[in-house]
């Protein structure tokens, strides 16, 4: 499965963006991880293929959204209130169902810049 992300962009602190990311064929677990300069990379939120399931990291939770088009093999990353903290490049993954755990993740896709201004 390859991945293609879009929708990142440089953005002002309190608005809003929605990043996606298109998979070349079915996918199950879908998700989202960012790594910030100097930073390690860590977990934003998954979905399970039917939508019932999913998983916010505790920074980002109530602010970001995360949904699913199957029939377009699509997952977004609807993120509301951004904060200066949210820059980052940010990775669509998928291939697990959802979970912290960067390995356990197979697909990976080749990130989209997301940066904050205060």
């Known amino acids: 499965v390859q991945l293609q992300a879009s929708g990142g962009g440089l953005v002002q602190a309190g608005v809003s963006l929605r990043l996606s990311c298109a998979a070349s064929g079915r996918s199950d677990g879908m998700g989202w991880f960012r790594q910030a300069p100097g930073k390690e990379r860590e977990f934003v939120a998954a979905i399970t293929r039917s939508g019932i399931t999913t998983r916010y990291s505790d920074s980002v939770k109530g602010r970001f959204t995360i949904s699913r088009d199957n029939a377009k093999n699509t997952v977004y990353l609807q993120m509301n209130s951004l904060k200066p903290e949210d820059t980052a490049v940010y990775y669509c993954?998928?291939?697990?169902?959802?979970?912290?755990?960067?390995?356990?993740?197979?697909?990976w896709g080749q990130g989209t810049q997301v940066t904050v201004s205060s």
């Open positions: 993954t998928a291939g697990a169902y959802p979970n912290t755990i960067a390995a356990s993740y197979p697909y």
